[in-house]
């Protein structure tokens, strides 16, 4: 058996960039590795591998999708430059808790595809169109950076919903925390803040950074820093989180005044009527500011998930199996939010010291990895 | 003889994108087709072409460099998805104009490479090297986009000062005059406001945009936005013009609060004591808003090119050659603007109906541009 650190080592090299962080696209070379990685740990198991024509990989110990299965698992892609944890603990973790899990138990271990949303914009990608939340033709539609569609990455159309999910009997992701409230090695989810990502399109006039008095200008440049610092006095004054992290400027010269500045938001609170709020007053004040600046503002939500609560008794009962582990919300999207609609689901989060994630300075002990490890492999053996 | 419609046409498809602006970047493919036109052009003149070790490309009628030899000419790259007019119209021009110059004149049409800095940063690069302005071995370490630095592009070290320069008589470059002020089809530069680029550097804590509190942030967007919009006022109350046209995010995704934003601030102004205390009262708000935001901002300045003042005498002698056609100042750099450090020189506008330019949307109107050729003529003869 594969110590956690051992196993660890195998895979963290794959897609690593210079910055330290990862590079782990959906469907690109170093997400293609990880899958090889994935599909020699389950052969060494003799763990059966199936795809679900949606991207999502999976192995399966006993009979696919067998009534009764318990199916863990996580995610292989990283924000571009993100950590090394977020995603692939899950995996890593799941493969060595089911060396602990006796043999005649059913266990599907899942590698989802595209959760970041880093590559095709949409998050946790596979489990919607795993469970027919997401329009297959929609998704492969859906286009990366460089014009390249998901349908093309994937080399077919998706198949969409997958109605065996119906035989699973519980899910269970293992995650590291992402930020800084779980104080004891292993914890388990209460929810997932509602959240979503919104597109802002912010139009104005191009034209010569010299020669283009003050007075005639219709910079967006202007409009989209105005609502920047607009999402982020609303998420302070109402308790909610909004961020502004990813822009494309059009042309994006020195000395051209854009005629296009496109903005996402990122916003997420505690509930649904919070994060609506948010948005409302954001969108209201880009609107208004972008009246005084001659441009416009479009604004398409990308995205939109609302609050998940993962399965109550569930979760107490984990927290009990775990010996009292602390119960605690998240601001963070996961795969297993997605499936909690369909099967009765929970999540174990990995303590996170520094709470940081998304980043290359992303980090969790050995100790409390193999913590986490004991913590999946006895709530799989509960449950199973 | 080719009209300038004809010509124009010629010319007019090569580094086209579907904006309906132009990719002409120095030394890529669109702008080395420009060149072979140019040699062609030259050629069916029995114009002899040069080149001067730096990316600067000449024809000429007469020896090269002679003694009593008038330069005109312009530049062919454009920024990105700018207008076409930019630089190829003073090309262009100069070739159908020295047509209507007597023989026996000793004329030089210049392609001055990468006037806009769009491809490795300096604008007038070719123009800095020829008059010694710029150091050789720092324009061959500069890069662009992609890695590729311009001793690459280049093929080889620009060689730096052309001393043959002293041999010039005169400068005179035409270009599509690039705001409103002007109202007849073709007016003669007066001076060149001082005008730079700074390169700021606002760095933070990348984190996850889900997870992270408010109050835990050091999120560089804050102090990019607030930075952009400080920009903007300083300019207005000064009468100065400030633009942040181009900005690079890392890691730029929608789920991650950025580790660096990069913009670059345009700042341009009447008087270079104007100017200084705009860049001054930017980085001072910039710096002090960092310090809220617990970020940093580092400051660089790319380009700072002084006032320049075209040799007064020359261009009222122009204006009266041209029946008094008006003398104005422009907010755009020009490679006859680093050239009148050393030459007596000076500058033809044509008349831009919008002002706008670096936008697909710039023109100038056929007879404007005919006008344009004829002042051009007259000029050359009376010069040479």
């Not at 009292?324 to 939010?337: E, F, K, N, S, V």
């Amino acid at each position: 058996m594969s110590s956690f650190a051992e196993l660890w080592a195998e895979i963290a090299p794959i897609g690593r960039a210079d910055s330290g962080g990862y590079l782990r696209f959906a469907l690109t070379e170093p997400e293609l590795t990880l899958r090889d990685w994935f599909r020699a740990q389950a052969s060494s198991r003799d763990m059966t591998v199936t795809e679900d024509g949606n991207g999502n990989l999976f192995a399966w110990r006993g009979e696919p999708w067998a009534p009764g299965t318990v199916l863990t698992g996580s995610h292989f892609d990283s924000v571009p430059h993100g950590g090394g944890f977020d995603g692939p603990l899950g995996i890593v973790s799941a493969f060595l808790a089911i060396d602990e899990v006796p043999n005649d138990r059913q266990i599907g271990i899942a590698a989802f595809v595209e959760e970041e949303g880093g590559r095709f914009g949409v998050p946790c990608l596979g489990s919607r169109l795993l469970t027919g939340a997401m329009d297959p033709s929609r998704a492969a539609a859906l286009k990366d950076r460089d014009g390249i569609s998901f349908g093309e990455a994937l080399g077919a159309t998706p198949v969409g919903q997958i109605t065996r999910l119906a035989n699973i009997k519980a899910v269970v992701e293992l995650h590291i925390e992402q930020g800084i409230a779980l104080e004891t090695p292993v914890g388990v989810a209460s929810a997932i803040w509602p959240h979503g990502r919104w597109r802002m399109d912010f139009a104005g006039v191009g034209d010569h950074a010299g020669t283009t008095r003050m007075t005639d200008r219709r910079d967006p440049m202007l409009t989209f820093a105005f609502t920047v610092l607009a999402a982020n006095k609303e998420a302070r004054l109402t308790g909610a989180h909004a961020t502004v992290g990813r822009v494309q400027v059009e042309p994006n010269a020195t000395n051209a005044i854009p005629s296009l500045v496109r903005g996402w938001l990122d916003a997420r609170a505690a509930d649904s009527g919070t994060l609506d709020r948010l948005v409302d007053e954001v969108v209201r004040k880009a609107t208004e500011r972008a009246g005084r600046d001659g441009t416009t503002v479009a604004v398409t939500p990308e995205s939109v998930t609302p609050e998940v609560a993962f399965d109550g008794p569930l979760a107490t009962h984990l927290s009990k199996v775990l010996g009292d582990a602390p119960i605690l919300p998240t601001g963070a999207g996961h795969d297993a939010g997605v499936l909690s609609a369909h099967v009765p689901t929970a999540m174990l989060f990995v303590r996170n010291p520094t709470g940081v994630s998304h980043s290359p300075a992303e980090h969790a002990s050995d100790a409390d990895c193999e913590a986490g490890i004991k913590a999946l492999a006895t709530v799989l053996t509960d449950l199973s």
